[in-house]
């Protein structure tokens, strides 16, 4: 047998646990479990030994409704120190707080390891722990707002797949976990190592694009007073109106320098920002549904020409209309 590079001495038998509670989304948990077991085939012995951390002593009845068996609970006797503790997340994390012994666990547990991390919304663990103070952090992009909202003192990146800040690695939303631990592995056992375990996965080695792609959040939801919420509308419907900001003030009634500082106090965003906003998901929905090519969606959706709503779908989605149309286009 080919003798281990110094990188996987190194990393011979570092232990890894993935907390999972009541509730916790099966494939947080079973993708990077998957990975990491695919990272000892690969290497040709055993760099890992995996466990799944409970709050519990029974079966963890998961989101699909199956069970997991834990490995060991957050009250058991202390099994040694973990290289990397990963948190996996549920659909109802952001909604609940977790329970006081797993932030007391969580506290004594995540800064004696090398590295810890969530993956999806186990990041709402976290950071009710205190672990993320300071950090640049990501999450599933529906819960990136409820997060930074409630815990100001993270950076949450929305449009991640995953992020790396010191020993804190996070990861976006559910499938997203394997592309973290991917990335571990490769931090661990090298480039080439990783790109087998992907190839072997079937999955990218660097996914392209951020999460956003995957948002179906659309445009930002009307706000504001009753007016600015009428123009917001009017804007959604028709993204290939003019909407300066002077046509825009006219159908409001007020002067354009007024109506911009009302809707940027009460919106949030510039009218600009919000109108091409609206723009790019009018875009995508016409990429989606129809197949459109790129310079007659451009057109149908008030930008200039294609270049510039190439521009925009790249800030705002992460990968750019074409690319978009050739995953996901219909017709």
């Known amino acids: 047998m080919t003798r281990p ?22 494939l947080d948990v079973a993708g990077p479990l998957d990975v990491f077991a695919e990272a000892n085939v690969q290497a040709g012995h055993g760099v890992y030994r995996t466990e799944i951390v409970s709050t519990d002593t ?19 006797a ?38 810890y991390g ?13 672990l993320l103070d300071g950090r640049r952090i990501t999450t599933h992009w529906a819960a990136a707002d409820a ?36 990335a571990l592995v490769e931090e661990d056992l090298g480039r080439e190592l990783a790109k087998r375990v992907a190839a072997q996965l079937v999955m990218f080695f660097r996914r392209p694009g951020g999460q956003m792609q995957f948002s179906r959040s659309g445009a930002t939801e009307p706000s504001g007073r009753a007016i600015l919420q009428e123009i917001q509308r009017w804007i959604a419907a028709a993204p290939a109106e003019d909407h300066s900001v002077a046509r825009l003030a006219e159908r409001a009634g007020l002067s354009p320098r007024h109506f911009a500082r009302l809707f940027r106090s009460e919106v949030g965003v510039t009218p600009a920002d919000w109108v091409e906003a609206a723009r790019v998901a009018a875009a995508r929905r016409r990429l989606e549904a129809e197949g459109l ?23 705002h989605v992460g990968i750019t ?3 978009f149309r050739r995953r996901n286009g219909g017709g």
Request: hydrophobic share 45%.
């Open 293 to 315: 090519p790129p310079k007659q969606v451009a057109a149908l959706t008030g930008f200039a020409n294609a270049d510039t709503l190439r521009r925009a779908f790249v800030r």
């Open 5 to 26: 590079t110094d990188a996987m001495e190194c990393a011979l038998d570092r232990r890894l646990g993935i907390v999972a509670g009541p509730g916790v989304q099966m």
């Open 118 to 130: 969530s993956v999806c919304t186990g990041a709402f663990a976290l950071a009710e722990a205190g």
């Open 321 to 323: 209309p074409a690319e």
């Open 78 to 115: 202390d099994a040694g120190t973990l290289d990397t503790l990963l948190v996996a997340g549920s659909p109802d994390a952001p909604h609940r707080r977790p329970a006081a012994a797993l932030l007391d666990w969580l506290r004594r547990t995540a800064p004696a390891a090398r590295r």
């Open 147 to 182: 997060l930074a909202q409630r815990y100001p003192a993270i950076q949450v990146e929305p449009d991640a797949i995953q992020v790396r800040d010191g020993p804190v690695c996070t990861a976006a939303g559910v499938t997203a976990g394997l592309d973290l631990a991917v």
């Open 58 to 76: 029974a079966a963890i009845r998961t989101s699909s409704g199956a069970r997991l068996l834990a490995d060991r609970t957050i009250f058991d």
